[in-house]
C-alpha cells in the first residue's frame, strides 16, 4: 500500500506546482509585456534496484510563450512597444543584460531613463541612458530618443541616443524566475537589430484567461483525484490490519 500512497502523493504534490504556476499566469494576465509560461506533467520512473514498478508524475515549465500580445494605445510619449520578434533591453537588479517587450519609461530626478519598477533602459552600447534636462522627449520608430533642449526653441529637436533593439531567435530565450527575459547560456551575443519600435502604446499580456480558469478547474479536479487515491490506499491498510489481526 505505500507504493500506491507515495505515487498519490507525489502526484498531488506535482498538481500543486502545476497550479502554482498557472495562478501565476493568471494574476499576470493584466501585466503588460508579461509572457505566459507552458507547465505540463510527464512519467517518471523510480531509479533503484529491482523491477521499475513505479512510476510518479513530474510536473515542469517546458518553455515560455513569447507570442505578442495586443497594442494597448496609450498616447504617451514614453510608453513604448517592439513590433515583431523585437526586444529592447534593460539592465535588471543583477546587473546583466534582460530583454523586454514593452515599457512605460520614466526620468529620475538624475535624468535616468527607467521602466516602471525602476530598472535603467540600455542603449546600443549596453549603457543605461541618461536625459539631460529638455522640454520634450520623443522616440522615433526605429529607437532613436530625441529631445528639446532647456533654453531651445520648440522646432530643434536633437538625436540623442537609440534603444538597444535586439531580435533574437525564439528557441534561445528562457525565462528566468525574476520574470526576465534573457538568451540561453553559450548563445552568441546579440548585435543591434533593425527592429520597429511603436511610441505611445503597451503591449499586453498574452494569457489566455479564459483557457488559464479551465486550467484551474481541471488541475483541481485532478488534486481531488489523488486526494481519493490517498483515502483508499487509508482504507486498503486498515482492511489489511484488520485481517492480519484475525486470530
Partial sequence: ??????????????????????????????????????????????????????????????????TPGAAKVTGRELDVMTKGNGFMAVQTPAGDEGLIRTASMQL????????IVGNPILNTGGIPINIPPSKNITIGDDG????????????????????????????????????FIRPIAGTPELGQANIRVLSGALETSNVNTAQALVNMIELSRKYEMQVKMMA????????????????
Fill in 1 to 66: 500500500m505505500d507504493r500506491m500512497l507515495y505515487v498519490s502523493m507525489s502526484g498531488a504534490k506535482e498538481v500543486m506546482l502545476s497550479q502554482g504556476n498557472n495562478a501565476n499566469n493568471l494574476a499576470n494576465a493584466s501585466t503588460d509585456g508579461f509572457k505566459q509560461d507552458f507547465n505540463e506533467f510527464r512519467a517518471q520512473h523510480v531509479q533503484g534496484p529491482g523491477w521499475a514498478s513505479r512510476t510518479f508524475s513530474l510536473d515542469e515549465r517546458p518553455a515560455t510563450d513569447f
Fill in 108 to 115: 529620475t530626478p538624475e535624468g535616468d531613463l527607467v521602466d
Fill in 232 to 247: 483508499t490506499a487509508k482504507n486498503h491498510a486498515q482492511k489489511s490490519d484488520s485481517i492480519l489481526s484475525l486470530r
Fill in 144 to 179: 532613436t530618443i530625441s529631445i528639446v533642449p532647456d533654453g531651445s526653441p520648440s522646432n530643434e529637436l536633437v538625436i540623442l541616443d537609440q534603444l538597444r533593439l535586439v531580435e533574437p531567435d525564439m528557441k534561445t530565450l528562457t525565462k528566468g524566475e525574476d520574470g
